[in-house]
Nanobody
């Protein structure tokens, strides 16, 4: 059973940056698709970024050009680099592999 632990969230001013990490308890080499989601208060969880085993990425429109996802298979870790943060990026961010979810990490962006 895969366990995921997100970290790197925090409070940042608008325009700032954060890098989120998602550490897996097993080798991620065999997982083709890994995803980042976020959920803001009172809103549905939304898909933010997808990264394949080959490093290809897809982003939702609202973060494209500001967020970058990467993965380090040797460290069993996926990253989400978030730049030019906006208050509307405030949410709990989760990583996902197949049916496994982490508990999330809070990102708060102040205006």
């Amino acid at each position: 059973q895969v366990q995921l632990v997100e970290s790197g969230g925090g409070l940042v001013q608008a325009g700032g940056s954060l890098r989120l990490s998602c550490a897996a308890s097993v080798s991620i080499f065999r997982f083709n698709i890994m995803r980042w989601y976020r959920q803001a208060p009172g809103k549905q969880r939304e898909l933010v970024a997808t990264i394949t085993s080959g490093g290809s990425t897809i982003y939702t429109d609202s973060v494209r050009g500001r967020f970058t996802s990467s993965r380090d298979n040797a460290k069993n870790t996926v990253y989400l680099q978030m730049n030019s943060l906006k208050p509307e990026d405030t949410a709990v961010y989760y990583c996902n592999i197949q049916l496994a979810w982490g508990k999330g990490t809070q990102v708060t962006v102040s205006s």
